[in-house]
């Protein structure tokens, strides 16, 4: 596609429950970062990926949350035994590349309204 | 650590009007500021950004914003409003060091226009 995919746009789950949210970035893009956006707050960091390096996880919340991307393309987010604060927009981004001059610009997705009751 | 604020969570001007954002940032680097648009039901676009060139940064859609090294501030502006703005508002900044790709957003401002 012609921009930064994420799936499903809205997830409605039980406390408790087990999430998973996807992330299709932009063919080509090597950078890709997943953001959290909860009412009232700025975007939170969470996780960012930059082709095979070690992914910077320094965000994530809490270790009930947890990130992999396969093949240097496709992401997905989990969040295990959810909690009612994990309720937020769940935001993926990506980039052509990290540069130094910070010349590429993200190119975010729609994101993932997670409920959780 | 690198910080943003946003002052005004809600700002409400006429259509025409002239559109002020205000945004302040700490940083304990030469910063990259950049402001970042939401529509409704849509994704994060790059408005503008600042990295390191001229202070005064023009984007698209007629905003622009002045990076003020000695106010710490970078705030948006737009001469005369349209109803088409309408949307909310994000300043970030990044390390312009080794962890420049983690922006650090503020909480965002929702503008309105009103006719």
């Known amino acids: 596609g012609a921009g930064v995919s994420q799936s499903p746009s809205n997830k409605v789950t039980e406390k408790g429950k087990d999430v998973e949210l996807r992330c299709d970035p932009i063919?080509?893009?090597?950078?890709l970062y997943w953001y959290r956006q909860s009412l009232g707050q700025g975007l939170e960091f969470l996780i960012y990926?930059?082709?095979?390096?070690?992914?910077?996880k320094s965000g994530l919340p809490s270790d009930r949350f947890s990130a992999e991307r396969t093949g240097g393309s496709v992401s997905t987010l989990t969040i295990q035994r959810t909690q009612q604060e994990d309720s937020a927009v769940y935001l993926c981004?990506?980039?052509?590349?990290?540069?130094?001059?910070?010349?590429?610009?993200?190119?975010f997705g729609s994101g993932t309204q997670l409920s959780v009751l | 650590a690198q910080s943003v604020t946003q002052l005004g969570s809600h700002v409400s001007v006429s259509e025409g009007a002239l559109v002020l954002l205000r945004c302040n940032y700490s940083?304990?680097?030469?910063?990259?500021l950049f402001w970042y648009v939401q529509y409704p039901n849509q994704g994060l676009q790059l408005l503008l950004k600042y990295t390191s060139a001229a202070t005064l940064v023009k984007g698209i859609n007629g905003f622009e914003a002045e990076f003020k090294k000695s106010e710490t501030s970078f705030h948006l502006t737009k001469p005369s409003a349209h109803m088409s703005d309408a949307a909310e508002y994000f300043c970030?900044?990044?390390?312009?060091?080794?962890?420049?790709?983690?922006?650090?957003f503020g909480k965002g401002t929702l503008l309105t226009v009103n006719p």
């Open positions: 981004a990506s980039s052509l590349r990290q540069g130094v001059s910070m010349s590429e610009k993200l190119f």
């Open positions: 063919s080509g893009h090597t950078a």
């Open positions: 940083s304990s680097v030469p910063p990259y």
């Open positions: 970030a900044v990044s390390d312009s060091g080794g962890s420049n790709y983690k922006l650090t």
């Open positions: 990926f930059q082709g095979n390096s070690a992914p910077d």
